[in-house]
């Protein structure tokens, strides 16, 4: 008897561990109570329409954004690489919430499992790259403030080293659910946002965010605190020369409108 206990509790966790590979898109949703529409609303007409032409308008603005910095050799510094990757990622959004509206509404529900995982696979990846990258030029432009430089003298080699570790990071963790981190073999952890995913992984993903996004805030905070006390001892000073005044607007302009664009990767996201 004292044998067959392992063998029986093998057995128990076996079943415990049963995973759902071959169900629908449908059952995981009805597991997780999400609604999934069969036919189309007028609701889900119009957030198609408009999220077509909302990706068109990224791709397109996108697309001449990293254009101007490929040909204009002005912008061969650091910070325009770093923008230009930031361009690429928005650019690799607009193409993922394109692929989104195209298999979304009714025709989620005709999805198989691993369709549905590219999907979000793609906006998550997306948004990732975008956020990770708005905290390398968040960084890079705290040294250059500090340094009362324009732009960086950071080098070409260790820009496109630092792109390369951005789009590493984000494949990672876009493409962790799908090899493995999901709920197929627990569906007592699915998501109701996302059925296939575990919670655990999207508080794991939120929390990454979040932090990301908070460590740009502390960054930038100290920014405008340096710069706010620079100028005022410098305007004390009989021989402090325009230029520099000008050097410093600049940088808190740049600064401003990097932060004010955090958020512009994540709108419209949220999918069935």
Same mark, same amino acid.
């Given at each position: 008897c ?18 759902f ?9 009805n597991? $997780? ?11 889900? @007409?119009?957030?198609?329409? *408009? =999220? &077509?032409?909302? !990706? ?15 040909i ?52 998550d990846?997306?948004?990732t ?25 950071? $080098?070409?080699q ?9 789009? @590493?990071?984000?494949?990672? *963790? =876009? &493409?962790?659910? !799908?090899y ?42 100290h ?12 305007s ?37």
């Amino acid at each position: 008897c004292a044998a067959l206990t392992p063998l029986s509790s093998l057995f128990r966790t076996a079943a415990m561990k049963h995973c759902f590979y071959n169900e629908t898109v449908g059952f995981f949703y009805n597991n $997780s109570r999400k609604e999934l529409t069969t036919y189309w609303r007028t609701k889900d @007409v119009l957030v198609v329409a *408009l =999220g &077509l032409t909302v !990706s068109v308008i990224v791709l397109l603005t996108n697309l001449l954004v990293i254009t101007a910095i490929i040909i204009n050799r002005r912008f061969h510094y650091p910070i325009y690489y770093l923008l230009g990757n930031l361009a690429a990622a928005d650019l690799f959004a607009g193409i993922a919430y394109m692929f989104l509206m195209f298999h979304t509404g009714p025709r989620t529900a005709e999805l198989s499992l691993k369709t549905w995982f590219i999907r979000q696979s793609l906006l998550d990846t997306s948004l990732t790259a975008s956020v990770v990258n708005l905290l390398a030029i968040a960084v890079e432009r705290h040294q250059t403030v500090f340094t009362m430089q324009l732009h960086s003298k950071m $080098s070409n080699q260790r820009v496109m080293i630092l792109i390369f570790c951005i789009w @590493v990071t984000a494949l990672l *963790l =876009g &493409l962790i659910p !799908s090899y493995g981190w999901h709920c197929l073999c627990a569906l007592e952890k699915c998501s109701s946002m996302a059925p296939l995913y575990s919670r655990s992984y999207l508080t794991f993903w939120a929390i990454s965010n979040l932090v990301i996004f908070l460590i740009m805030v502390v960054v930038y905070t100290h920014i405008f605190i340096y710069v706010k006390r620079k100028m005022t001892r410098m305007s004390k000073h009989t021989s402090f020369h325009p230029r520099y005044k000008e050097t410093m607007i600049s940088l808190v302009k740049t600064v401003t409108i990097i932060l004010m664009t955090f958020c512009c990767p994540g709108l419209c996201m949220n999918s069935e």
